[in-house]
């Protein structure tokens, strides 16, 4: 099997133009020439374009991600596998990650959004771990922009379509509408799974000889070169043509993968086990022998295929969901393969473990491609892009301009158009599209600060919150990122869990301009000094570069997932006042300002840098919270975020048993619009008895602790004398806006 | 009580309805398998919900055929107790053991809400536990829950008493808006003629504890464990 492959009859030639038009810059052409002693045939061509593509290889972000805490004492599993662990008490782990499918969703909403939950279920199951959450984060364009409605409906059909398919429980998220991302929505998913410290499984091959199996669905011709083309460069008018390399999903088969690979990993014959995500067989087979340093033998000739005449090029590159890679042990493949009769799926012996490093594909008899497996899986370029400060801030120029029509509104006024603000107002018109109850560990679901969730047969529990603050890093990208992670550990922190580990998708434009660069760049760097100073690894991510349109990119957007956990879930809060007579208080770290403010994106505000964040009072906010929860001194607590304080006040009284009402003294900052509707100052609406006023300032000092009313039952919202609300009308004002701009007429 | 819960592929409560019965209600209850014909002595079988063989069809048209159900026809026949909840409901109008069938929701849009129905007659096995006019707060979660049947049809199962659960509002009156997917005279439940096979769209196997969120889902079952306990000491008496 030393000879070179031959070219199949047919295939293009390959060249430096068929390189590029693969995506292939031509230094990284000459590279692969020089690692091959030869020009690659046009199979192996392909199989470089995937493997070294941004989305598959990181190439222009890993040097910088090496910079990001990904130990502590409660991380779990070694590095390089598909996605992080970390201990949550009584043996079990859990694993959890989020990830971009950003264009597939813009070039088909639908099937784009469905197919990034059903990848990301697999990056966890894999793990051995059974999916028992899910989370996204979505970023649609302004109302204005005659595409969003369509994009809306699909994206939260196919979230739904899918998540509630397969069983796994949708139980928090975030939705953002901004026209920064008229032409490139952001669709995140996050995927939590729990197993038993000692089931988890590896994706690292081992032993030569051991055969490979392909599980799951059959392979065609769906998504060949999603990763590539699609994820990895920007759209332009040719997007729309690109629709062919969207995937499409089919969650009951991917309910049947769950079931039938967490029951073959109970035989104990699975040695590594990987999902065929992105560049599906050539990267989830390189990958797994790559970890080994072993080589693998594929015969393309027993992959099922749902076309008799796919290409070995076709088969290869095919991005078809549902299909996993399994190398199991010698002589216990009909152990497995009994098992997945039983689900009636397809697990087929496609080639074996080899010891001589190279990555060899077999079809009809003759080598198709034989490549050293570690100059596609770990010897792909690594860029050290160049970065630059830009000349000056768009968002800082466009606050500026809006600035210009500021004309300060009344405060009830501002409040009743803040709540009708699409990104303040309620999101029920979207999640009651998503099943979040299912497998009955739901304690709080969407609409929460963050979801609660029991864990079986233990007292102990989870906490999960996806954030994010694109116009605070379109300001600032480090103190933006940082604010993010402080924002996300503070919701984590409100339901009285602690924070405990990060999985982060980074969101950016092309890092081929040097200014694109420094913000992410500047962003790794927030989120690494937030996540070091909260105690929270980072233990999986997913970078999304290229987010542009026709050369405008969008807001620089880090999208943080934290989980927390809980010692004792009985002892979680909700954001809802309860208890009439009860002190209501703000906690905060920080000053209120309308810098990255919804208010100032409404009504126009003087342009203003964002104030640096002090983290070790982040910190202190943070643990204050947790044992305020824990000694259970506070009977709710809630993050202020978009539209300020007293949004937050209003959302506080909407408790679902009854709506309650809230009286703020004006105090000397009443009238202050700004403190009623600033943002970024880190600050918390807790309510407690009386008689633990004293304890919790102990707890919280040094910060500003502030008792500033009092919840009462009149279902009213009055703050000094500037603004008396009917909490009713103002609730009917917050529940309605999305379905009011969504519903069909 | 022996329950059995039914496993298709593409279940998705099925673990749920499980979780309910053995750790929360103290059941004896075993899961069957869609392939085999034995339901193992089982004194209520539950047709739990999810998307059996992933519902590309029509709901539940597949798994009627499925060889479990088969027996689960022999069974009803039989009188024995089936409670077909959600995509079980469906697979139960499907294998014609219940008149009528459920369509898309009239909004075309899945839905998962906490719903408030009224319990139209408590002199059934599946509602004895309840009073007749009692309101229970149950969750839904489906996108085809829009009950039709003939209008005829209607008018002899509600003089026969068939519908079990109608969708009210906080006040217990029926109306479009209390209404989550359009079904006919808001039904959100029925019994055959024989009153030993009921489906519903709610579920109630997911209302047995505080903890996620409420406790009415008990009834349902409370009324069942009841009269197992009563035909127990027939047996035994």
Redesign the interface.
């Known amino acids: 099997m030393s000879a070179a492959p031959i070219a199949l009859a047919g295939e293009p030639r390959v060249d430096l133009a068929e390189a590029r038009a693969h995506g292939l810059s031509t230094e990284e052409f000459a590279a692969i020439e020089r690692i091959l002693g030869r020009t690659p045939t046009f199979t192996e061509l392909g199989v470089f374009s995937v493997m070294w593509s941004e989305h598959c290889s990181y190439k222009s972000s890993r040097k910088h991600l090496r910079m990001l805490p990904m130990s502590g004492p409660n991380v779990v599993g070694g590095p390089g596998e598909n996605a992080g662990a970390i201990d949550v008490g009584d043996g079990w782990v859990a694993v959890f990650k989020i990830e971009s499918h950003n264009h597939p969703s813009y070039v088909e909403p639908y099937q784009g959004a469905a197919t990034g939950v059903g990848g990301i279920l697999r990056d966890i199951f894999t793990m051995g771990a059974r999916p028992i959450a899910s989370m996204n984060s979505l970023k649609f364009g302004s109302f204005d922009h005659p595409r969003t409605r369509f994009l809306v409906g699909g994206v939260v059909?196919g979230v739904?379509?899918y998540g509630?398919?397969?069983?796994v429980p949708t139980v928090a998220g975030e939705v953002m509408f901004d026209a920064g991302y008229n032409g490139n929505i952001l669709v995140n998913a996050f995927a939590l799974g729990l197993a038993r410290r000692e089931d988890l499984q590896s994706a690292r091959a081992r032993g030569a000889g051991n055969p490979v199996l392909y599980v799951g669905s059959a392979t065609g011709r769906d998504g060949i070169h999603g990763a590539s083309l699609l994820a990895s460069a920007e759209f332009d008018a040719e997007s729309e043509s690109k629709r062919p390399t969207v995937q499409v999903g089919?969650?009951?088969?991917e309910?049947?993968l769950i079931e039938a690979c967490l029951e073959a990993m109970k035989t104990g014959a699975i040695v590594a086990i990987q999902d065929m995500g992105a560049a599906g067989l050539t990267s989830s087979s390189s990958e797994m022998a790559g970890r080994g340093g072993l080589g693998i033998e594929l015969d393309l000739d027993r992959v099922p295929l749902r076309e008799a005449d796919l290409t070995p090029y076709e088969i290869l590159l095919s991005e078809s969901q549902e299909r996993m890679l399994i190398v199991a042990e010698r002589g216990r493949e009909a152990e497995l393969q009994a098992v997945f009769a039983k689900?009636?799926l397809h697990a087929a012996v496609i080639g074996h473990v080899t010891g001589d490093g190279r990555w060899r594909a077999l079809y009809r008899g003759r080598v198709v491609a034989d490549l050293p497996v570690g100059a596609i899986s770990d010897d792909a370029p690594v860029y050290d892009r160049p970065a630059c400060v830009p000349a000056a801030s768009d968002a800082l120029a466009a606050a500026a301009e809006s600035a210009a029509q500021a004309d300060a509104p009344a405060p009830a006024a501002a409040l009743r158009a803040l709540l009708g603000s699409p990104n303040v107002a309620s999101k029920r018109w979207v999640?009651?599209?998503?099943?979040?109850?299912?497998?009955?560990n739901?304690?709080a679901g969407p609409g929460s600060d963050a979801a609660v969730l029991?864990i079986?047969d233990s007292r102990r529990g989870l906490a999960l919150k996806v954030d994010s603050n694109p116009r605070a890093c379109a300001i600032d990208p480090y103190i933006g990122a940082v604010a993010t992670v402080c924002e996300a550990a503070r919701n984590v922190a409100c339901a009285g869990a602690r924070p405990a580990g990060i999985s982060n998708c980074l969101n950016y434009g092309n890092p081929e301009r040097p200014e694109i660069m420094w913000q992410f760049i500047r962003g790794v760097e927030g989120l690494r000094d937030a996540a070091i100073a909260l105690g929270t690894p980072v233990i999986s991510g997913n970078v999304s570069f290229y987010n542009e349109t026709e050369g405008r990119a969008i807001a620089p957007t880090p999208v943080i997932a934290m989980v927390g956990t809980f010692a004792d879930v009985?002892l979680h809060l909700k954001q809802y006042f309860k208890i009439a007579g009860d002190a209501v208080m703000i906690v905060r770290s920080a000053a209120p300002s309308y810098a990255a403010s919804e208010y100032a994106a409404l009504f126009g505000a003087p342009p203003r840098p964002l104030a640096p964040i002090d983290l070790g009072r982040e910190r202190r906010l943070v643990d204050g919270l947790v044992e305020c929860a824990e000694r259970r001194l506070i009977r709710s607590a809630h993050d202020v975020s978009e539209g300020g304080l007293a949004v937050a006040l209003a959302e506080a009284c909407f408790n679902p048993a009854g709506i309650m009402g809230v009286e703020v003294d004006a105090g000397d900052s009443g009238h202050d619009g700004e403190v009623l509707f600033g943002e970024g100052a880190s600050t918390v609406v807790i309510s407690a008895p009386l008689e633990n006023i004293e304890v919790i300032h102990q707890i919280f000092d040094p910060l500003e602790v502030r008792r500033i009313g009092r919840v009462t039952t009149a279902a009213r919202l009055t703050i000094g004398a500037a603004i008396n609300e009917d909490l009713a009308a103002l609730k009917q004002i917050y529940e309605m806006a999305l379905p009011g701009r969504l519903n069909r007429p | 009580m022996k329950w059995g819960v039914v496993r298709f592929?593409?279940s998705?409560?099925d673990?749920?309805a499980i979780?309910?019965l053995r750790?929360v209600l103290g059941q004896d209850a075993a899961m069957l398998w869609h392939k085999d014909e034995a339901l193992g002595g089982a004194e209520c079988i539950v047709l739990p919900?999810?998307?059996s063989?992933?519902?590309?069809l029509r709901c539940g048209a597949i798994a009627r055929f499925s060889p479990i159900m088969q027996s689960v026809a022999r069974f009803a026949a039989e009188g024995g107790l089936v409670i077909g909840i959600c995509n079980g409901f469906q697979i139960l109008c499907e294998a014609h053991l219940l008149p009528g069938a459920l369509m898309r929701n009239r909004s075309l849009?899945?839905?998962?809400?906490v719903v408030t129905v009224r319990v139209e007659n408590a002199a059934t096995p599946f509602t004895r536990a309840a009073r007749t006019g009692e309101i229970l707060r149950l969750?839904i979660?489906h996108?085809e829950g829009c009950y039709v049947a003939p209008q005829e049809e209607l008018r002899a199962m509600e003089e026969r008493g068939q519908v079990l659960l109608r969708y009210v509002d906080e006040a217990g009156v029926a109306s479009d808006a209390a209404n989550p997917n359009g079904s006919m005279r808001s039904i959100a439940g029925v019994a055959n003629q024989g009153f030993n096979v009921f489906g519903l769209m709610p579920?109630p196997?997911?209302a047995v504890?505080k903890?996620?969120?409420g406790e009415d889902g008990r009834r349902i079952f409370a009324s069942i464990i009841a009269g197992g306990a009563r035909a127990a000491s027939r047996v035994s008496g």
Request: with cysteine; hydrophobic share 25%; charged share 25%.
């Open positions: 059909g739904g379509g509630n398919c397969v069983g089919d969650p009951f088969t309910k049947l689900w009636d999640y009651r599209q998503y099943d979040s109850i299912v497998q009955s739901t304690i029991r079986k009985r | 592929p593409g998705l409560d673990a749920d979780h309910a750790e919900g999810g998307f063989y992933g519902d590309y849009a899945f839905v998962c809400d969750p979660k996108g579920h196997e997911h504890e903890a996620l969120g």
